[in-house]
């Protein structure tokens, strides 16, 4: 039987905690928290579980690892499929088929996969010598644009920083 001092009660301090305990040794957890399961930690306000550090998703391909967790606790199935804005626009992030039909009208893979060959080529072999112009020469300018923060020069000289926003 060994002693194990195991440093913060999240998901991986907690899962080798417990596999420990079960297997006969003496774990120890502290946390600088007050509260266990590091960023996963909720608390209930008004019936609602809230997340303090975040919303979280758990995902895993993994049978194994699922009926782990499931053995614990019952998890509710969940698809996420965010929406951003970008302007007027709102559209599927990240990129899927239904964003760049948007973008431009094309149905499959090989028109998107064309597009964005053509829009590579706005860098015309110059060599990239800044992320902007990185991003451009690998995925184009329509991309770039809708995934990156952009500095606007504004009259009053002061320049403001935009970005996509998720909904
Ligand atoms: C906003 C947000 C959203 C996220 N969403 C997802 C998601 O949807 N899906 C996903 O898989 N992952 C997500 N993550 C990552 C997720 O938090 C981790 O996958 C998982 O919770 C990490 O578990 P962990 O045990 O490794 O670390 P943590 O949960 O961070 O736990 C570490 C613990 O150790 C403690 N600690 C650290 N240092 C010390 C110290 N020196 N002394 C004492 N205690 C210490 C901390 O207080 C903390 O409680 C997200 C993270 C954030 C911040």
Redesign the pocket.
Known sequence: MKTFLV????????TFAHEAAIRGNNVIV????SE??????TYKKCGVQVHK???????TSDKHIWDYVNSFANFNRFTNSPIAKFYDETFNMPFNMNTFNQMWNVITPAEAKNKIAEQRLEMNGKKSENLEEQAISLVGRDIYMRNSLRVIPKSNGVKKRLSFQHL
Not at 53 to 59: N, R, V
Request: proline share 0%; charged share 10%.
């Open positions: 440093v913060g009660a999240g998901l991986f301090g907690a502290i946390d600088r928290r266990i399961a590091g960023n996963i930690y550090y975040g919303a979280h998703i758990f995902h």
